[in-house]
């Protein structure tokens, strides 16, 4: 009978999980670490995964793998029907797009059954956070931030003042604190580095800047 080594569990706030393991079932950090690389993609089944992983030992020596992942392309997979399943998925050369553009070749073949049930789950949507609101487009004038969704000028982009004249389709956000938009303004490097990450046009979706925003506070308070 073989030998389960450890856990791996995903988690979207590190803090958190680490507080809970530690504090409340005793459990130490031995091991940290930022993963990347031909070997972590092979594991997790997709291409340039950046991962923060952090294990743990209880006084028996049960060990468990908290990962924290700073990308995560299956998103966009929730997407598509579930009885389409990916056959190949190849990074196109850089220079196939101009202006910097990435894209994928990908083949997908109809199967009579639901990737979803060999392993391939789905992954949940943030759509809201306690640090800030969602305005709709005709309330943007009552907004304190803007952080631009799509394109390649805009997407990533945090502005705190002359945003209004943008397009619908952005993101207007009511903040809880002076402290929350002193956050956003200091993430907005990081924001605009996952929205040059997706294929096709730069995007920085509502699940993107929570997670990311999230992420950024975690390491934030860590250091």
Not at 146 to 173: D, I, M, Q, W
Request: glycine share 6%; with cysteine.
């Amino acid at each position: 009978m073989s030998k389960i080594r450890h856990t791996g569990i995903v988690t979207n706030n590190l803090k958190k999980s680490l507080q809970f393991w530690n504090k409340y079932l005793k459990f130490k950090i031995y091991k940290q670490a930022d993963e990347s690389g031909e070997l972590i993609d092979k594991i997790m089944l997709y291409k340039d995964v950046k991962v923060k992983t952090v294990k743990l030992r209880d006084t028996s020596g049960l060990l468990i793998e908290l990962l924290s992942f700073k990308n995560s392309p299956r998103i966009k997979q929730n997407k598509i029907k579930p009885y389409l399943h990916c056959e190949v998925d190849d990074d196109l050369d850089a220079a196939t797009f101009p202006n910097g553009i990435s894209a994928v070749k990908q083949y997908w073949k109809v199967k009579n059954t639901s990737r979803f049930e060999i392993g391939v789950n789905e992954i949940p949507m943030h759509t809201e956070h306690p640090d800030f609101e969602f305005l709709d487009y005709k309330d943007r004038f009552e907004a304190d931030v803007f952080v631009g969704e799509y394109g390649c000028g805009p997407s990533g982009v945090v502005k705190t003042e002359n945003f209004t004249h943008y397009a619908r389709g952005h993101h207007f956000l009511n903040v809880r604190s002076p402290e929350v938009i002193q956050n956003l303004v200091e993430f907005a490097p990081k924001f605009r580095e996952v929205a040059t990450q997706c294929n096709g046009r730069y995007h920085f979706g509502k699940n993107d800047l929570i997670t990311t925003y999230i992420q950024c506070l975690d390491e934030k308070e860590q250091a």
